[in-house]
């Protein structure tokens, strides 16, 4: 009897070891967990989505954006009527256009300018890149008298005012390389962009 309580005490104690090393082991390994959970979880399907859906957003609204496009004559806005001092709005939303533009802006009912005509003309100039009113034959009371292709003129006005007939208003943007050029004439700035608003008063 006595040996079998001795056996019975010894079982008992290597299990009650064998309890205390499992729940060592236990407590060891919850100690550890908290450094797994630390880790970031990786994005959600939601979270993915939503970001792919601003980025496509963002990328729409990139692609419609008009200010690296070129203006067009239409995209300037001009006002006044022949014989009138215009007023020039020109867009903020294009880039300044790299070829001569020409608009009509009133029809006109004379004589058509060629290469060799002698004109009149009331004009209106502004500069694209600070938009300032830099010369204008309305306030002085005096039309500029040149003859069409003797070299009087830069070759934007030059090349520009063909086809204009007597008592027409014409749009003209004017590149630099027709203008000014890289030299500029102050206070145009060298590379400017000339917008002129120009009525044939005479032509003959």
Do not use: H
Request: proline fraction near 8%.
């Amino acid at each position: 009897m006595r040996i079998a309580g001795k056996v019975t005490m010894v079982s008992v104690a290597l299990v009650a070891a064998a309890t205390l090393s499992a729940c060592a082991n236990s407590e060891q390994a919850s100690t550890g967990s908290p450094t797994r959970t630390s880790t970031p979880p990786p994005p959600s399907t939601t979270s993915a989505r939503s970001t792919a859906t601003t980025s496509a957003t963002t990328a729409t609204a990139g692609a419609t954006n008009p200010a690296g496009a070129e203006c067009t004559a239409d995209d300037i806005q001009v006002t006044g009527d022949f014989g009138q001092k215009p007023t020039i709005t020109i867009p903020a939303t294009c880039q300044p256009p790299k070829q001569l533009l020409i608009k009509d802006l009133k029809p006109g009912t004379g004589a058509e300018i060629k290469t060799g005509s002698s004109i009149q003309a009331n004009y209106l100039l502004q500069t694209w890149s600070d938009k300032k009113l830099v010369d204008n034959s309305f306030d002085r009371g005096q039309p500029l008298e040149v003859q069409v292709g003797s070299g009087q003129v830069i070759q934007g006005w030059e090349q520009g005012l063909l086809g204009l007939k007597q008592n027409g208003r014409r749009l003209l943007v004017i590149p630099p390389d027709l203008g000014y050029g890289a030299q500029g004439k102050p206070p145009v700035k060298p590379n400017e962009t000339l917008v002129f608003v120009t009525d044939a008063v005479q032509v003959s």
